[in-house]
């Protein structure tokens, strides 16, 4: 979408002088929640937070012949590239299931890398495509990655390609600091189950190569169902979240930083004052905790396809916590956030904030909890703008929607579509002007575009992904 204009407002400002992410964007999930607990649907910020009511749209991939039709503000405008299916550089095919990504600077301005995920799951059978690299030959899924650019206000694609091949189901993961991307499969699926290889570990793909990564399994961050992963620059700790209804919360100690090939150690998170907390109901937002974390000893354990519980149980056995199906996990402000989808007294979501303090602890407190789908639906991504402001990604039966959340707890309309495609993966360009987003359907594959710049600290985007178009 291209913001035009130097007047608008911009919810990515505000709040943003007092006190950064932690004030601007959480309060505002907090006053969400707390409107919602008295039977109060989200305020909208009047006039959709300046930028007005929203206008049909109809963009063409050139590449694809795909057509997407999008509601945006006035001004803002959109692109459509990577549809599932389509040619790659290499002469591959554009895997479909688009999951999360993140956008990459490339020391050029208006040049970047995006790295995305695929979680393509199916059936052990050989892959389509050559591939340089590829860890499981019966295994298609991985990352790709596409070089963008934004200049003079035109956006281009420059070219895709695989990144990492023969992974199952790796839709999700994290960016890395020293210019990675951590692909983190969902399924601890192995020879067991037909496949060539065992399944169930984070890979690092260099977001700045220019050839396929060569997979090499990481496997110092654990053999589980993961989740998403988050690195806190600082001391280079890795968090890991973990994808089923009793999840741990762990993270990653490298023995070098920004190397964690080398190896490490895997920790998983446990109450300080308690014994196994179960933190899926009767937590109270905003109640602070002080943490600690256990050694798990065998990250990667032999049973862990027949037992896909089989890490979780070790830190279990020293008293950690279990959480419920935790999935997105993002570093902002010196904290962690790890998204639970199923937790809450309703099942319908909370966010987990993590503040480390030194090496040994730190606090955790519930910081969101959604107490009715209807009035507050949890968002099934969240893009945090280098401005300390957020985008989420909402959706019901009948829509799929871009919201802008502001301090105050007030939303406004990004984006929006009828049908049943599903926003996610969204993440903004380092410069904040320009948000890509994976529109993900279901029948088709994944759908790819673009919207932005924004300029003047507004929320802008770009979408590249969906069931065959890019835009979890």
């Known amino acids: 979408m291209t913001l035009q204009g130097s007047n608008r407002r911009s919810f990515l400002r505000r709040g943003a002088a007092d006190g950064g992410f932690a004030s601007a964007a959480v309060a505002g999930l907090a006053a969400r929640a707390a409107r919602a607990e008295d039977g109060l649907r989200a305020r909208p910020a009047p006039g959709n937070g300046g930028y007005g009511p929203l206008r049909e749209l109809t963009r063409t991939d050139g590449a694809s012949g795909f057509s997407q039709t999008l509601?945006?503000?006035?001004?803002?405008?959109?692109?459509?590239?990577?549809?599932?299916?389509?040619?790659?550089?290499?002469?591959?095919?554009?895997?479909?299931?688009?999951?999360?990504?993140?956008?990459?600077?490339?020391?050029?301005?208006?040049?970047?890398?995006?790295?995305?995920?695929?979680?393509?799951?199916?059936?052990?059978?050989p892959a389509a495509g050559?591939?340089?690299?590829?860890?499981?030959?019966?295994?298609?899924?991985?990352?790709?990655?596409?070089?963008?650019?934004?200049?003079?206000?035109?956006?281009?694609?420059?070219?895709?390609?695989?990144?990492?091949?023969?992974?199952?189901?790796s839709?999700?993961?994290?960016?890395?600091?020293?210019?990675?991307?951590?692909?983190?499969?969902?399924?601890?699926?192995?020879?067991?189950?037909?496949?060539?290889?065992?399944?169930?570990?984070v890979f690092e793909v260099a977001a700045g190569a220019d050839e396929a990564s060569e997979p090499v399994p990481l496997k110092g961050m654990g053999r589980f169902v993961h989740g998403g992963a988050a690195v806190d620059p600082r001391s280079g700790a890795v968090y890991l979240t973990e994808d089923q209804a009793t999840a741990g919360f762990y993270r990653f100690l490298p023995e070098a930083l920004g190397?964690?090939?080398?190896?490490?150690?895997?920790?998983?998170?446990?109450?300080?004052?308690?014994?196994?907390?179960?933190?899926?109901?009767?937590?109270?937002?905003?109640?602070?905790?002080?943490?600690?974390?256990?050694?798990?000893?065998?990250?990667?354990?032999?049973?862990?396809?027949?037992?896909?519980?089989?890490?979780?149980?070790?830190?279990?056995?020293?008293?950690?916590?279990?959480?419920?199906?935790?999935?997105?996990?993002?570093?902002?402000?010196?904290?962690?956030?790890?998204?639970?989808?199923?937790?809450?007294?309703?099942?319908?979501?909370?966010?987990?904030?993590?503040?480390?303090?030194?090496?040994?602890?730190?606090?955790?407190?519930?910081?969101?909890?959604?107490?009715?789908?209807?009035?507050?639906?949890?968002?099934?991504?969240?893009?945090?703008?280098?401005?300390?402001?957020?985008?989420?990604?909402?959706?019901?039966?009948?829509?799929?929607v871009l919201r802008g959340l502001t301090g105050e707890g007030e939303v406004l309309d990004v984006a929006a579509h009828d049908g049943a495609a599903e926003w996610g993966g969204a993440a903004f360009s380092p410069d904040g002007r320009v948000l890509f987003a994976n529109l993900r359907g279901r029948a088709r594959g994944d759908r790819g575009s673009r919207a932005g710049p924004w300029r003047s600290g507004a929320p802008g985007s770009r979408a590249c992904s969906s069931d065959d178009l890019t835009l979890r």
């Open 71 to 125: 509601r945006l503000p006035e001004g803002f405008d959109f692109a459509v590239f990577s549809v599932a299916g389509a040619l790659m550089d290499d002469g591959g095919a554009v895997p479909p299931g688009h999951g999360g990504l993140a956008c990459f600077a490339t020391g050029a301005r208006g040049e970047w890398r995006l790295v995305r995920g695929h979680g393509v799951r199916g059936v052990p059978e």
């Open 130 to 169: 050559e591939a340089k690299h590829r860890y499981d030959a019966l295994a298609s899924g991985g990352t790709t990655t596409l070089a963008v650019s934004w200049k003079d206000g035109v956006f281009a694609s420059e070219g895709s390609r695989q990144s990492l091949s023969g992974a199952v189901a």
């Open 171 to 201: 839709r999700s993961g994290g960016a890395a600091p020293w210019g990675a991307w951590l692909a983190c499969e969902e399924t601890v699926s192995g020879t067991g189950a037909g496949w060539e290889a065992a399944h169930g570990y």
């Open 259 to 400: 190397r964690p090939a080398e190896g490490g150690r895997l920790q998983m998170l446990k109450f300080a004052d308690e014994w196994n907390r179960d933190t899926r109901t009767g937590r109270r937002a905003g109640r602070t905790a002080y943490v600690e974390w256990v050694d798990v000893d065998e990250p990667d354990p032999s049973g862990a396809e027949g037992d896909p519980f089989a890490v979780f149980d070790q830190g279990w056995a020293k008293g950690a916590a279990v959480f419920g199906r935790l999935q997105e996990c993002f570093y902002a402000d010196g904290a962690v956030y790890a998204a639970s989808v199923s937790g809450g007294d309703e099942g319908e979501g909370q966010l987990w904030e993590f503040r480390p303090r030194g090496e040994r602890g730190g606090t955790i407190r519930l910081v969101f909890e959604s107490p009715d789908a209807a009035l507050l639906p949890f968002p099934g991504g969240i893009a945090v703008s280098p401005r300390q402001g957020l985008v989420l990604c909402e959706g019901t039966r009948s829509s799929s």
